[in-house]
């Protein structure tokens, strides 16, 4: 079965602290996208990984895929409030261009001051 | 990068009618278009996929008489939800890609509520 499993679900961030976000996958692609959503809004792409290995990195916030372990990392340092919001995963369900994406349940990050 | 719209971005209607969700890629040619829905503070689930001139693949579970969907162009393709009903309520997101690309680029959505 293609599963997609975010951890955790719900993060409560205090500003300037780190957090971690974790993803694991166990479709036969190894294409790992990171989303952020807003309340009633639609998704914005943050990070599009293909390799093992990759780490990307944009103002606060790295995402870093282990393909051996099926696992991708979306870490958030010094947190402040603008990054409250929904996060998601998602795969390819094949290992094919023009593929359907399967995402995880999201994680909704909350910072507080 | 790749702009993909969607209209309208909220619409009310009664329960029975039908109502048609337009997606459209505004600076790309998108050989396939996806279909998810998204209820209130759920992930998003994929209903369809469209191939610019094909039939639509739907996913188990989703009833493709009432979900219509016609990828009639390399830029546009169509959502009508016929005989609508109030569970039919939701978020309704469509994406894009393009030939050989990997990435798909998302529309902003349509918030669809049935009275």
């Known amino acids: 079965e293609l599963k997609v499993e975010q951890n955790p679900l719900f993060l409560s961030m205090q500003e300037g602290k780190n957090y971690t976000i974790y993803c694991n996958y166990s479709?036969?692609?190894?294409?790992l996208y990171w989303y952020r959503q807003d309340p009633g809004k639609s998704l914005e792409s943050l990070f599009v990984?293909?390799?093992?290995?990759a780490v990307k990195q944009e103002g606060r916030l790295m995402a870093s895929l282990d393909t051996k372990a099926r696992l991708s990392t979306l870490h958030i340092t010094a947190a402040v409030h603008d990054l409250s919001a929904t996060y998601f995963c998602?795969?390819?369900?094949?290992?094919?261009?023009?593929?359907?994406?399967?995402f995880g349940k999201g994680t909704t990050l909350s910072v507080s001051s | 990068g790749a702009v993909v719209s969607q209209h309208p971005s909220w619409v009310i209607c009664k329960s029975g009618t039908s109502v048609k969700i337009e997606c459209r890629s505004l600076?790309?040619?998108?050989?396939?278009m996806f279909w998810y829905r998204q209820f209130p503070k759920q992930s998003l689930m994929l209903m369809a996929t469209?191939?610019?001139?094909?039939?639509?693949?739907?996913e188990q579970g989703v009833e493709k008489d009432k979900f219509l969907i016609n990828h009639a162009s390399l830029t546009l393709s169509t959502l009508t939800v016929t005989s609508a009903h109030p569970e039919d309520s939701s978020f309704y997101i469509c994406?894009?890609?393009?030939?050989?690309?990997?990435?798909?680029?998302f529309g902003p959505g349509t918030r669809l509520t049935v009275t």
């Open positions: 600076d790309f040619q998108a050989t396939t």
């Open positions: 994406s894009a890609t393009g030939t050989y690309s990997y990435e798909q680029y």
């Open positions: 479709t036969t692609s190894d294409r």
């Open positions: 469209s191939n610019e001139g094909s039939k639509a693949t739907y």
């Open positions: 998602a795969v390819d369900m094949e290992d094919q261009a023009g593929t359907a994406l399967i």
């Open positions: 990984l293909l390799s093992n290995g």
